[in-house]
Every structure is written in structure tokens, then in C-alpha cells.
């Protein structure tokens, strides 16, 4: 049974900065591309970030670019998102993301198959 689980959530103010974990288990972590999604109250999620298998390609939204970094570790079945300069437009449930698909596909949700269950992120202005 495949699971991902995030963590490292919280509540931070305007400018903080927060590293998430996923962590994965029941499944070949390193033959599986990567990616952070998140969802704001009221709206639909969205992409935030993304990484192949192999570590060597990473993908970011626009409204994320520069600020934040998505990395993972293969021994340790664990993707991360370093997020700085953290603005309240960031609070949402970020969900980590596992999935197979052809390149053409990493932005989206349909590009995943495996889901976390989410972590709540809230920035205080």
C-alpha cells in the first residue's frame, strides 16, 4: 500500500519560511517523479512544484519561482519544498504528489497517481 505523508506545515508570519517533507512508503520512491500541489480556501489546486525521478530536472510555478526549492532524497523516500519570503497568497493545504507520467504531464494533477493527505501552511500577515 503506497503512502505519502507530509509534514512540516504551521503557521509562520509574512517573510518566514517553512521545509516541507513527504515522505513515502510502498512504493519504488526513486522511479517515480515528484511534486507539490496545494489548494487555497475557495479555489482549486494548483501546481507549486515539481521533480523526476532522478533529482536532475525540477519545475516551478511562476508564483513560486525564486523563492522556493523543491529537492528530494532517494534513500530516504523523501521529497522536500524550502519556501521563503513566505506572503499570506502561500496559505493553503500543500499536498505532495507521486507519479509516472510522461513529461508532458508535470504540471498537472492528472500527471500523479499517489496523493498525501495534506499540510496546512498559514502565513499571518
Known amino acids: 500500500q503506497v503512502e505519502l505523508v507530509e509534514s512540516g506545515g504551521g503557521l509562520v508570519q509574512t517573510g518566514g519560511s517553512l521545509r516541507l517533507s513527504c515522505a513515502g512508503s510502498?512504493?519504488?520512491?526513486?522511479?517515480?517523479?515528484m511534486a507539490w500541489f496545494r489548494q487555497a480556501p475557495g479555489k482549486a489546486r494548483e501546481f507549486v512544484a515539481a521533480?523526476?525521478?532522478?533529482?536532475?530536472?525540477?519545475y516551478y510555478a511562476d508564483s513560486v519561482k525564486g523563492r522556493t526549492t523543491i529537492s528530494r532524497d532517494n534513500g530516504k523516500n523523501t521529497v522536500y519544498l524550502q519556501m521563503n519570503s513566505l506572503t499570506p497568497e502561500d496559505t493553503a493545504v500543500y499536498y505532495c504528489?507521486?507519479?509516472?507520467?510522461?513529461?508532458?504531464?508535470?504540471?498537472?494533477?492528472?500527471?500523479?497517481?499517489?496523493w498525501g493527505q495534506g499540510t496546512q501552511v498559514t502565513v499571518s500577515s
Open positions: 504528489a507521486a507519479g509516472q507520467a510522461v513529461l508532458s504531464a508535470t504540471r498537472v494533477e492528472e500527471g500523479y497517481r499517489y
Open positions: 510502498g512504493l519504488t520512491f526513486n522511479t517515480y517523479n
Open positions: 521533480i523526476r525521478r532522478s533529482g536532475g530536472y525540477t
